[in-house]
T-cell receptor, first 114, second 115 residues
């Protein structure tokens, strides 16, 4: 069964600094996709970045990059040059090619400080 | 273009009543998903619709929960005889196809409170 683990319930980072949010996953399926979503206090889930299991390069989207280490089954999110608006819950999720659903981790609450 | 919309945004009901939650997916998206998010937790999958295929209902927690979708448009999630443990935010998502690499785009959710 697929499983996502986010071990950091809360993180603090200073504005303009970089921060890494950890995510490890467990699956026996060789083909899967990994996603990161941001959930601000308004509650909406905002898609940030996607990494396919067969992608050779780490995904990047603006200030977001995904540090994908397949052998270690980790997919950490790196946010560069943090902004106050980055304060939110961040969820890592996975979908196996054989599955209908996204499986989510429990999330990390990021607080950006001045 | 318009994103996923959900209604109502908030619903307060009494224990034992039935509720209906609505989701309007992004136009052209064939796949539609319902998730539930309890306070302070991650999202739990409920049900998945893909085109005209039989829905994947494997995440529905009990037979009090059901959902319908007409073609590739609106979906309705119905909870019968609501219980206090049904209190949560119900999120709908849609994607272009049902493939694993397709991004699921979420609506703003319906916050359900069962008194």
């Amino acid at each position: 069964a697929q499983k996502i683990t986010q071990t950091q319930p809360g993180m603090f980072v200073q504005e303009k600094e970089a921060v890494t949010l950890d995510c490890t996953y467990d699956t026996s399926d060789p083909s899967y996709g990994l996603f990161w979503y941001k959930q601000p206090s308004s509650g909406e889930m905002i898609f940030l970045i996607y990494q396919g299991s067969y992608d050779q390069q780490n995904a990047t989207e603006g200030r977001y990059s995904l540090n994908f280490q397949k052998a270690r089954k980790s997919a950490n999110l790196v946010i560069s040059a943090s902004q106050l608006g980055d304060s939110a819950m961040y969820f890592c999720a996975m979908r196996e090619v054989t599955a209908s659903k996204l499986t989510f981790g429990t999330g990390t609450r990021l607080q950006v400080t001045l | 273009g318009a994103g996923v919309s959900q209604s109502p945004s908030n619903k307060v009901t009494e224990k034992g009543k039935d509720v209906e939650l609505r989701c309007d997916p992004i136009s052209g998206h064939t796949a539609l998903y319902w998730y539930r998010q309890r306070l302070g937790q991650g999202l739990e999958f409920l049900i998945y619709f893909q085109g005209n295929s039989a829905p994947d209902k494997s995440g529905l927690p009990s037979d009090r929960f059901s959902a319908e979708r007409t073609g590739e448009s609106v979906s309705t999630l119905t909870i019968q005889r609501t219980q206090q443990e049904d209190s949560a935010v119900y999120l709908c998502a849609s994607s272009f196809s049902g493939m694993s690499g397709d991004t699921q785009y979420f609506g703003p959710g319906t916050r359900l409170t069962v008194l």
